[in-house]
Nanobody, 114 residues
Framework: QVQLVESGGGLVQPGGSLRLSCAAS????????RGWYRQAPGKERELVAV??????TTYADSVKGRFTISRDNVKNTVLQMDSLKPDDTAVYYC?????????WGKGTLVTVSS
């Protein structure tokens, strides 16, 4: 089992920055992918960014050049979000995949508004 806990959400003005962190615990050494998804009100959950065990990354087109995903250490995954826009407002969920099993955090709210 893998447990995921997000932190770092909040209210930020357009053009501002936030840093989200995801702390993983449990059977973390077999995780082969980690990332972030988001769900805005009235919309489906969508991929934001993923990093695989070899270090390769994938980003949604809407966040390329503005968001950066990285692994802080063996337990933490970080999403640095810059140049935030109102359209980035959503609940952000931490994600991990271990073999064929997916794990999710409970989510952290990011609100971009003036």
């Amino acid at each position: 089992q893998v447990q995921l806990v997000e932190s770092g959400g909040g209210l930020v003005q357009p053009g501002g920055s936030l840093r989200l962190s995801c702390a993983a615990s449990g059977s973390i050494f077999s995780i082969n992918a980690r990332g972030w998804y988001r769900q805005a009100p009235g919309k489906e959950r969508e991929l934001v960014a993923v990093i695989i065990s070899g270090g390769g990354t994938t980003y949604a087109d809407s966040v390329k050049g503005r968001f950066t995903i990285s692994r802080d250490n063996v337990k933490n995954t970080v999403l640095q979000m810059d140049s935030l826009k109102p359209d980035d407002t959503a609940v952000y969920y931490c994600y991990a995949r271990r073999a064929a099993v997916e794990y999710w955090g409970k989510g952290t709210l990011v609100t971009v508004s003036s």
